[in-house]
């Protein structure tokens, strides 16, 4: 599991003035892309789909919504930072946030608890309230836009889904939103306020409470029908959570609370005067993942992969050894006797950290933690990146 992957053939490398190092993700609109301010500031970058830059109707209503969405300035929100809407292809860049996304986290383990669901719900509303206090209205609150860190969840791609309205995206059958998180009234093609938000938001803590989203699964067409004509299914959801998320799943609009309201009921989970950090919100198995594997990667590394492995043979044992690259050779100079690793050698089945090869200083640090050595086949990068066990340091 990693924040984001290498790059692949067709990949951009450079948009804007920000360079392309990795890629986080593909949506409807587009792909985005991790990118490096010349400063060093990470950022998102979305990139627009071909076909959609080639509508004019969508390029002149991109452009409004990126204006509305720069106004948006929630501690629970990922913030647009730059933009070219007039660009070739288009594309905007938001706050990076280096987290696993809400969906994911409750595939890879399950429901979370009460506690965490009205701290999470809190949040959002929270962001909510920024999004529609810039007179921005998001239209696809779904678990995939939610991104989780440790300080609170940032809600991202707020408003820009409206610009593919009326576009060929939307003509061939392809609708703007998420069946099972869009509410009655945009299914129906009324007018869509805050209160649809609102709708998507229950239908968000319903899915973080249970691991199913309220209206269950099934074809698009289907979960539209049960949105509009049937109630949702609650029973999965704990009683201290099943009003409020029922009150926001009202089929009327005038029927669900205001966002103020929520943020006010939602808000006792997290104690006064405790940071969102320090307060557990998070379930401890996403914390842990979040802990170890998504980290905000420092101006130097490159987008690659990280990932755990088992460290193999004996750390600091003797004999002669072969580098763990692919037709590698032993190394000169890696002939030693026991105990030349000294007394802090890791025992063999302690678990090192494969990262891309970094600035020496860094790179010495991680050495120091890790008791690994990056391959020197590889150390200048480029190819796959391996580890071998490290000598004594001389």
């Known amino acids: 599991m990693s924040a984001y992957t290498p790059l692949e053939a067709g990949d951009p490398r450079r948009v804007g003035r920000y360079r392309i190092v990795g890629r986080l993700g593909r949506g409807g609109m587009g792909r985005v892309f991790l990118g490096r301010s010349p400063g060093g500031r990470a950022v998102a970058v979305k990139v627009v ?152 938001l229950g239908a968000v803590l319903a899915h973080a409470a249970t691991g199913d989203g309220p209206f269950g699964r099934g074809s698009a067409h289907g979960l539209n029908y ?4 049937e109630e949702p299914d609650l029973s999965g959801v704990p009683s201290g959570l099943a009003d409020v998320v029922a009150r926001c799943l009202a089929k009327d609009p005038d029927d669900r609370p205001a966002v103020p309201d929520l943020v006010a009921e939602l808000g006792g989970a997290v104690p006064d005067g405790v940071p969102r950090a320090e307060s557990g919100w998070l379930p401890e198995p996403v914390t842990a993942v979040l802990t170890r594997e998504y980290t905000a990667p420092s101006p130097g590394v490159r987008g690659v992969r990280r990932r755990f492995v088992r460290a193999r043979g004996p750390i600091g044992g003797g004999g002669r050894r072969r580098d763990r ?70």
């Open 49 to 200: 789909h071909a076909e959609l830059a080639e509508d004019a109707g969508f390029r002149r209503r991109f452009v409004q919504e990126v204006d509305a969405a720069r106004r948006v300035t929630g501690a629970f929100t990922a913030a647009v930072v730059d933009a070219d809407p007039g660009g070739d292809p288009p594309w905007l860049a938001t706050e990076y946030v280096p987290g696993m996304s809400l969906d994911a986290a409750v595939a890879a383990h399950g429901a979370w608890p009460e506690r965490s669901v009205l701290a999470l719900g809190a949040a959002l509303a929270e962001a909510l309230g920024a999004v529609h206090g810039a007179g921005v209205v998001h239209r696809d609150l779904k678990p995939s836009n939610v991104l989780l860190a440790p300080d609170g969840p940032r809600l991202i791609d707020f408003g820009i889904s409206l610009a593919a309205e009326g576009t060929r995206l939307t003509v061939t059958g392809a609708s703007v939103g998420t069946p099972g998180f869009m509410s009655p009234e945009q299914l129906r093609g009324r007018t869509v306020g805050p209160a649809s938000d609102v709708f998507a």
């Open 226 to 229: 049960r949105v509009v004509h």
């Open 325 to 394: 690259c692919r037709g590698g050779r032993p190394r000169p100079g890696d002939r030693r006797g026991p105990g030349r690793a000294g007394a802090d050698a890791r025992p063999a089945e302690a678990v090192a950290a494969v990262v891309a090869p970094d600035r020496a200083g860094r790179a010495a640090r991680r050495r120091g933690r890790a008791g690994l050595l990056p391959c020197r086949r590889h150390r200048a990068g480029g190819g796959r990146r391996h580890r071998r066990p490290a000598v004594a340091t001389r």
